[in-house]
């Protein structure tokens, strides 16, 4: 077998020694049965791009000065066996973000202004990974800080500052070290699923001190608070492994995304039906069948947002959402429950206001809002209404019920009467 230059692609020639018919017996003959194409697959070292404020940070990330905070989780970074290569900014420059693994962003270093919402969320949905500290900002109830957050379904609160020791909510391997972290002057972070919480506020389940979140193919991993990988930190041994092991699961999250057919996308977007078929050469994921299956493979449409979190927030969405016929088949039974097996729905109507992001809660409620006879059908028009945990109205709907003549028959006329969709009462 001869050897090539790394990432050339070589053919190897594989000789399996047979005895060809007629062949002498001294001299065997082989016969070439097949080539192998070994195309190398090409590997990167990770790289960190730390983006500084230098109004809040005005020694360089890579300084020995004693009072350069993360000049300790630097040097481990560059150390065997992270290997990171770093490289610092401060300033808006003319950079290639997608050329790094991970950003390191504050919310400071965010508030500057030094990439722009659709910069950052565009790095994450080609794949790479954030970790974004969220200390208190510099402008106290500044708004705008932290907004790019809100595509992922996470807002800071920049009111109230966060300060305390807080225990780890999950079973990540990468957080097993998380054991009674200080935060020092942090921001919480509010959240729409619960789920993405590693760590969280004590009185407030729904409020974060460590969160995860994918976007796209990429990932953000946030923390109230830069303290767990400042110089002090780190003195503790298990503060330092667990600073180690945010940055090992970083860099594997990056090198170790199955691609089965290497074309940049992942199997777990290419590959929808899991039949473990791809379509060579493919290089983006909008075709219906990528695979070649006759089946759906990765369809990029905006009912796709009903499951896959990357499409929810392609559309505007904060996450994953219902769908509509399945919320409407809701109010259906509500009706259907209320009026018996006996009675006959005419008609069912419903208006779907606002999404339903999971981990929304739906209450539905009715009245009866008018009652007559008519060509010997007995008529009752309902108003219903769905309402989310915000009392928000994100369903309204109406029906018309025929009912049975008395509590013991069950025979209905064949053909109800029309009965147009009244208008909506909003329910006081």
């Known amino acids: 077998m001869r050897l090539s230059q790394p990432h050339t692609a070589h053919t190897t020639i594989l000789p399996l020694k047979t005895t060809l018919p007629n062949a002498p017996a001294k001299n065997p003959a082989t016969e070439i049965l097949f080539h192998i194409t070994v195309n190398p697959v090409k590997t990167s070292a990770p790289a960190i791009l730390w983006v500084r404020n230098p109004e809040e940070y005005p020694l360089s990330i890579l300084s020995e000065n004693p009072q350069n905070p993360f000049a300790k989780i630097v040097t481990h970074l560059q150390a065997h066996p992270l290997s990171y290569t770093l490289q ?35 790095y994450l949905s080609r794949g790479g990974t954030i970790l974004y500290l969220a200390n208190s900002p510099s402008r106290p109830n500044n708004d705008s800080v932290g907004r790019w957050l809100e595509a992922l379904g996470m807002q800071l609160d ?16 990468f957080m097993r070290h998380w054991k009674n972290v200080q935060i020092r002057n942090g921001t919480p972070i509010k959240v729409t699923d619960r789920n993405s919480i590693l760590a969280a506020e004590k009185l407030d389940q729904n409020t974060a001190v460590a969160v995860t979140r994918t976007y796209g193919l990429g990932r953000v991993i946030a923390i109230a608070s830069s303290t767990p990988f400042e110089n002090n930190a780190l003195k503790n041994p298990r503060s330092l492994r667990l600073a180690q092991s945010i940055f090992r699961h970083i860099a594997d999250a990056a090198n170790h995304r199955d691609d089965l057919d290497g074309d ?165």
């Open 158 to 173: 920049t009111t109230s500052p966060l300060n305390g020791i807080y225990t780890a909510n999950t079973k990540e391997a």
């Open 88 to 122: 610092e900014i401060a300033k808006p420059v003319n950079i290639d973000i997608n050329s790094f693994t991970t950003i390191v962003l504050t919310s400071a270093s965010a508030e500057y202004g030094i990439f722009t919402r659709q910069a950052l969320l565009d």
């Open 264 to 428: 940049g996308i992942p199997d777990n977007i290419e590959d929808q039906n899991r039949n473990r078929r791809h379509a060579p050469g493919t290089t983006h994921f909008a075709p219906a069948d990528t695979d070649g299956a006759r089946e759906p493979g990765a369809k990029v449409q905006p009912h796709r947002g009903n499951w896959g979190g990357f499409m929810a927030h392609e559309v505007g969405m904060p996450g994953v959402y219902d769908m509509g016929p399945q919320r409407v088949s809701w109010l259906c039974r509500y009706i259907t429950d209320w009026m018996g097996d006996d009675a006959f729905l005419v008609r069912l109507s419903a208006h779907l206001r606002r999404p339903n992001i999971v981990g929304d809660v739906t209450r539905i409620s009715g009245r009866v809002q008018r009652k007559w006879v008519e060509n010997g059908f007995h008529l009752v028009q309902c108003e219903m209404w769905a309402v989310n945990q915000r009392n928000e109205i994100i369903m309204p709907g109406s029906a018309v019920v025929s009912l049975p003549f008395d509590r013991h028959s069950a025979e209905q006329p064949l053909e109800p009467p029309f009965v147009p969709e009244p208008s909506f009462t909003e329910p006081t």
